[in-house]
């Protein structure tokens, strides 16, 4: 399924879209793309419309040098919908695309109509050591020579060998070889340290909604992991899910970083089911949004 444009503030989005029904809105990782959701959105779209962009600074979309602030990148996606002429949506978001799912449910509420958060960032500080050192001084001159095309094609050709004698490498490996070989381009590797920097640093993580959970006790949120998630621990799941009133947890067992795309199947029968059983967020007035920031019943 090949990406459809639209330009905003200047700058031209990608984005995937496909079915018909209520929205739902997919938003990938960092240094990803819309194409990570290329094994559900088939299924998901026998009942819902499905929208995948590519975040602006990823995929096909634009590069420039701006704001990759997790509320620049809400705000973004909110010009989207708008563009597309879609009032709200159900928000599923993996791994970076959960943080900016979670500041798009912040901004935004009455546009969110469910929040689905897949192995996400944002619930804590622990995080890849890899992510952490590129944070670091001259990290951004590091990261061009282990990304270089010749070494993309190389590795590309050793899974091909692999396939052929039926040792094919796992969805995991190929999500993120495929994140990996995008950073071969200057600009995109550019907009990547630009996005990392926002949200990590040599500590680890610092950007964090764990002190706004409590907000959503009256947003219906559904929550993926895999138990063997070496990128985010499975624990961030766990405490999210304490911290979230009413949330949903569900653990995929012998699952990474990836379960869309390493057990798509039930995946789709996740949120499908999540769906069916929740109804859409209700508008919350201001009243409302006072007794939940202060605690004061009026």
Avoid: N
């Amino acid at each position: 399924m090949e990406p459809e444009r639209v330009t905003l503030h200047g700058h031209e989005i990608a984005y995937r879209t496909m079915g018909s029904g209520p929205v739902l809105m997919l938003l990938h990782g960092m240094a990803g793309s819309s194409a990570t959701w290329r094994y559900v959105m088939p299924e998901l779209a026998r009942d819902f419309t499905v929208v995948a962009p590519d975040l602006l600074g990823h995929g096909d979309s634009a590069k420039p040098r701006s704001d990759y602030s997790l509320g620049a990148l809400a705000s973004g996606v909110r010009d989207l919908m708008i563009a597309l002429g879609h009032d709200h949506a159900t928000f599923i978001g993996q791994s970076y695309g959960g943080g900016v799912a979670m500041q798009f449910a912040y901004q935004y509420p009455e546009r969110c109509d469910r929040l689905v958060l897949v192995g996400s960032g944002g619930l804590g500080s622990e995080v890849t050591s890899i992510l952490k050192a590129l944070t670091l001084p001259g990290g951004g001159f590091v990261l061009p020579l282990g990304a270089t095309r010749g070494l993309r094609d190389f590795v590309a050709k050793v899974g091909g060998w692999f396939a052929k004698v039926g040792a094919a490498p796992s969805a995991s490996a190929l999500e993120m070889f495929r994140s990996y070989s995008a950073l071969t381009d200057p600009e995109t590797r550019e907009a990547f340290m630009l996005t990392l920097r926002a949200v990590v640093d040599h500590r680890g993580q610092c950007v964090s909604a764990r002190e706004r959970l409590y907000l959503t006790r009256e947003l219906p949120t559904q929550i993926i992991w895999g138990d063997a998630d070496p990128i985010i621990p499975v624990q961030h799941g766990h405490d999210a899910h304490a911290a979230m009133p009413g949330s949903r947890l569900a653990i995929f067992p012998g699952v990474g970083h990836f379960p869309h795309c390493e057990a798509p199947r039930r995946f789709v029968e996740v949120v499908r089911a999540f769906i069916t059983d929740t109804p859409s967020a209700k508008p919350i007035s201001a009243q409302r949004w006072r007794e939940l920031l202060t605690g004061i019943e009026v």
